[in-house]
């Protein structure tokens, strides 16, 4: 059905309006099929970190067992693929499937990272661009080809996504060790109890003590919040939070710079604020 409506939405000959109107079409059918594969990511994520509660709900795992999570998610990548070709643009399709092999590859890499101390800065930001900004970047890239805008803004907005998710993500591995469980819907240290090496422990484990880095070395291991009062205190007296926070106000910067090459508009704006809502989100 969706396939079927997005083939007929595509741009014909005639009135300005009907192209305007298709081509706004269009960028809808992207937007769903960029959320779908967001989705699907989600839903195997859940299943292979073991979540039972994602922004203080309950997961399709939790609820209906890993076998059917891990289906539904095939479906609905598979559903994305059918809405991209409807769209009928090979450099989209281009674009996504490059993406989701990417975000694949970060699946990997994340999972190999798990439960290592050892894992460097460098890994751990090849692993949330590949997981996070990859898609920011194909989202932000996919809606300048649809447009028929110049390369050289297809590029700048393809910057912007890929600078902006990586904020996104690095602000994020914050809130999991300063944010309201209430609010976040996800309890502190989340990422701890699996064993995710993030940036805030990574710079601890660099810049604390001994006893610091032993604690942390072995709750990263073994996974668990049995150490996690000790492991916060470590990060806030290292200024593991602060030094995480300035990296995606750094981020975000670069995805502001980016903006540079798009004309003044209302849309462009729209693009400032989403950035600067981003970095300052408690949730």
């Given amino acids: 059905m969706l396939a079927g409506r997005a083939a007929q939405l595509r741009p014909k000959a005639g009135s300005k309006h009907k192209s305007a109107a298709a081509s706004l079409d269009l960028h809808l059918e992207a937007a769903a099929f960029i959320e779908f594969i967001h989705t699907a990511t989600l839903l195997h994520d ?3 970190d073991g979540s039972s509660k994602r922004r203080g709900r309950s997961t399709a795992n939790n609820v209906f067992g890993n076998q059917a999570s891990v ?11 059918q809405m991209m070709a409807a769209v009928g643009n ?3 399709m281009e674009i996504m499937s490059d993406a989701t092999n990417v975000i694949a590859e970060g699946e990997v890499l994340q999972l190999m990272s798990a439960h290592d101390p050892d894992t460097t800065e460098e890994r751990y930001l090849e692993v949330i661009y590949r997981k996070t900004g990859r898609l ?3 989202g932000a890239e996919v809606s300048a080809v649809l447009a028929g805008a110049p390369v050289v803004q297809q590029r700048a907005l393809a910057a912007y996504g890929k600078h902006l998710g990586t904020a996104y993500q690095l602000l994020d591995d914050v809130l999991d060790y300063k944010s309201d469980p209430a609010t976040r819907g996800k309890n502190l240290g989340d990422d701890l109890a699996e064993g995710k090496p993030t ?8 810049h604390g003590d001994e006893g610091q880095r032993a604690t942390i070395r072995l709750a990263i291991e073994q996974g668990g919040l049995a150490q996690l009062g000790p492991i916060v205190a470590a990060i806030e007296s290292t200024g593991g939070l602060e030094y995480t926070a300035d990296l995606a106000t750094r981020e975000t910067d670069a995805a ?3 903006l540079e090459a798009l004309p003044e508009s209302p849309f462009r704006k729209a693009l400032v604020d989403l950035a600067q809502f981003a970095l300052n989100r408690t949730n």
């Fill in 90 to 92: 090979k450099r989209v």
């Fill in 46 to 48: 859940d299943v292979v």
């Fill in 256 to 258: 502001l710079q980016a």
């Fill in 199 to 206: 940036l805030p422990l990574i710079h601890a484990l660099r």
């Fill in 71 to 81: 289906l539904v998610g095939d479906f609905v990548y598979s559903r994305a693929f």
């Fill in 136 to 138: 920011f970047e194909a």
